[in-house]
């Protein structure tokens, strides 16, 4: 089970973290992911981290602004977010996949709730 938090309203050009707590498994047997989803919009991957935490991809959007991590001891993962833009603005969620780091919706097995961003201008 993953559950997101941390996301709120947050002025442009502003930081925010979002963590994504898992249980029952141990998060250095997946990759972890962070997507978004924009209203009327389809999910779009935003960066991943692999099992082992040794590599991340990320987005070009947020290439430089955000940045993904992972604390094995509180078993969760975050997404730091800096230099906010409105058009970051979405709900954001954390999935993990054993299938290696996939930038695609359909290479994740699991799931969490979203929590939502809202940048203001």
């Known amino acids: 089970q993953l559950q997101a938090s941390g996301g709120g309203l947050v002025q442009a050009g502003g930081p925010l973290r979002l963590s994504c707590a898992a249980s029952?498994?141990?998060?250095?047997?997946?990759?972890m992911g962070w997507f978004r989803q924009a209203p009327g919009k389809e999910r779009e991957f935003v960066t991943v981290?692999?099992?082992?935490?040794?590599?991340?991809v990320y987005a070009d959007s947020v290439k430089g602004r955000f940045t993904i991590s992972r604390d094995i001891s509180k078993n969760t993962v975050y997404l730091q977010m800096n230099s906010l833009k409105p058009e970051d603005t979405a709900v954001y969620y954390c999935a993990a996949t054993t299938r290696g780091p996939r930038t695609v919706v359909t290479g994740y097995d699991y799931w969490g709730q979203g929590t939502l961003v809202t940048v203001s201008s």
């Open positions: 981290i692999t099992w082992s935490g040794a590599n991340t």
């Open positions: 029952g498994r141990t998060i250095n047997m997946y990759s």
